[in-house]
């Protein structure tokens, strides 16, 4: 029998694991977070080289409201843990052909620009017709998707039993059957916008073309809520929520791999460390990647099904971080050094299974929001590149040097940085095989699962197991998905629905 306060396991300390367990402790569970680096935070790592400071993995901060809530959870304000900076222009972007634009928060603003940038295409209304159906798919996602734990569609819209006018707008607005590139090409004209615009499902590391068109909802998050820097780097966000979950009571144990979930009678009963130890908990809140938490951890008839189900890894990633002598002031915080062509972009990335000839370099240059991360006058330059996940044939110790030098290649084209390599004078790299060995990923992927599927494409494993009494699931491979806010958000949800299950099981004790 289970009851209110009971003990939890959290398996993994990366960003949702900790907002898991910091939700989870603030409701009055006994909480042990387990993580097998020596770090808790998961990608949010940190990086310290030569009087250099690199945030290694998330670098971009939108929707703040979701770790306000969970410090309020705690009774906490977020502005006691974290010093949050508003930053708009929110992306510089430079296009193949010399071109370049400032992504605005502000729509309307925004619009003017798009209308200077690419006259007489209408640019500016579509942008602000698109704008409104990202608005209106955010609303539905507010509805329907976040906050609440949901595996498909039958979980959160209740077809059949609101079979009304109301529901079936709120179905039909969902633009099932449309992706997020027909859906941007349909408001907006202008190739080069387009481009931009496509870069919001790169947050889930999912191609705009296979994407379903709700992801669109993803470019009115970031205009209504804006893109934030935490000072101190994006790694202050792990620290904020560590500080808190210790505040709280989780007792935090690094190292500690966990080999497997003890199971009896599909009841979660607690968990059996690399080292052999079994330690008895009620529930277990997996931040392992869901697909591998029921392949490698739940095991047996479920895992097998799992093993079976052919679940497409979101893509991998390269990252060069550059220590530079001297900052460029050319380029913003954040910015985008676009492909040549998306179509090809993404064919590789996400069709062929290849790196991209001529790739997307997105950069973080936090140096002038926050000088602490480098020496005076240079700058700790982040250059992330989008690959595929990995696949048998691809060994990254061989492919890494040549694959760098088409990075650097794309800068000094298409981004002014035509004298980068004078500059270096700190490097250091992550490849889509670390990104596998440090994290217990699927195959390297940053963003977990794969968005696609012009239906299905947005729906996860959900946040309370339907195969395992007692196990729920937070992270970048569980509903409602990937990137910092998300992953979060996917904290909350599984500690509030464990909690939830809880209170129900002590009403049937009482009665
Ligand atoms: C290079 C890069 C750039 C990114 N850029 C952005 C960005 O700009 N903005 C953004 O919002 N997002 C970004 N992301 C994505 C974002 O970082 C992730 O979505 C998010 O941090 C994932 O959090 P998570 O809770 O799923 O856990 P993870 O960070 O994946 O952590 C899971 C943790 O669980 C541990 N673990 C796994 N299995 C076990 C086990 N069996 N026993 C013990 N421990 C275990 C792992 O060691 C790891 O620490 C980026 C990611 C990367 C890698």
């Known amino acids: 029998m289970k009851a209110q306060g009971t003990s939890v396991a959290v398996v993994g300390g990366g960003l949702g694991g900790l907002a898991a367990a910091c ?8 909480v042990t977070l387990y993580d097998k680096n020596a ?13 250099f400071r690199f945030d290694m993995g998330p670098t971009i901060l939108t929707v703040p409201r979701v770790l306000e809530r969970i410090f309020t959870e705690a009774g906490r304000n977020l502005t006691d843990y974290l010093d949050l900076v508003r930053l708009d222009p929110q992306w510089r972007c430079f296009f193949d052909d010399g071109t370049q634009i400032d992504l605005q928060e502000n729509i309307d603003a925004m619009a003017e620009t798009m209308d200077r940038f690419a006259p007489g295409k209408n640019a500016g209304d579509g942008y602000k017709r698109f704008q409104e159906i990202s608005a209106h798919l955010h609303d539905i996602s507010n509805r329907f998707f976040f906050w609440k734990p949901v595996e498909d569609l039958f979980d959160t819209i209740n077809i059949r039993a609101n079979m009304n006018p109301a529901t079936l707008r709120d179905v039909l607005s969902l633009r099932m059957g ?5 859906t941007i090409r349909s408001k907006v004209k202008d190739e080069r916008l387009a481009q931009m615009l496509d870069h919001f499902t790169q947050y889930v590391g999912s191609s705009p073309y296979g994407s379903p068109a709700v992801l669109c909802a993803i470019a009115h998050m970031q205009a209504a809520d804006g893109v934030w820097y935490p000072m101190g780097g994006t790694r202050a966000v792990a620290e904020a929520l560590a500080k808190l979950a210790a505040e709280l009571g989780t007792t935090i144990k690094t190292d500690s791999d966990v080999a497997s979930l003890r199971i009896e009678n599909g009841e979660v009963t607690g968990l059996v460390l690399a080292t052999g130890d079994v330690v008895a908990y ?5 931040n392992m990647d869901s697909v591998r938490t029921y392949r490698e951890l739940v095991g047996g008839e479920v895992g097998e099904h799992y093993a079976r189900k052919d679940f497409e890894p979101a893509c991998s990633g390269v990252v060069l971080y550059l220590g530079l002598s001297k900052r460029y002031d050319h380029i913003l915080h954040h910015d985008f050094v676009f492909s040549r062509d998306p179509e090809e972009e ?3 990335i996400y069709r062929r299974g290849e790196p991209a000839p001529d790739p997307t370099c997105y950069l973080a240059a936090p140096a002038a929001t926050d000088p602490s991360v480098a020496p005076d006058g240079g700058e700790a330059l982040y250059v992330l590149v989008h690959t595929p996940y990995l696949r048998p044939h691809h060994d990254w110790s061989q492919m890494f040097p040549a694959y760098r030098q088409v990075i650097l290649d794309k800068l000094k084209r298409t981004a002014g940085m035509g004298d980068i390599e004078e500059r270096i004078v700190v490097e250091r790299h992550l490849t889509p095989q670390d990104i596998h060995d440090r994290y217990k990923v699927l195959n390297g992927a940053i963003y977990g699962l794969a968005s696609h599927g012009k239906f299905m494409g947005a729906f996860k494993p959900g946040n309370r197991s339907r195969q395992v009494r007692g196990l729920y699931l937070a992270g970048g491979a569980a509903h409602p998905g990937p990137g910092m806010p998300m992953v979060m958000m996917s904290g909350w949800i599984a500690a509030d629905a464990l909690d939830a299950d809880c209170k129900v099981e002590n009403l049937r004790n009482v009665s």
């Open 282 to 286: 009620d529930n277990v809140i997996s």
């Open 178 to 182: 449309s992706s997020v590139a027909g």
């Open 23 to 30: 939700v989870a402790a603030a409701r009055g569970h006994k």
């Open 39 to 51: 770090w808790v935070g998961g990608k949010a790592a940190v990086l310290h080289e030569d009087g």
């Open 346 to 348: 993404f064919d590789f």
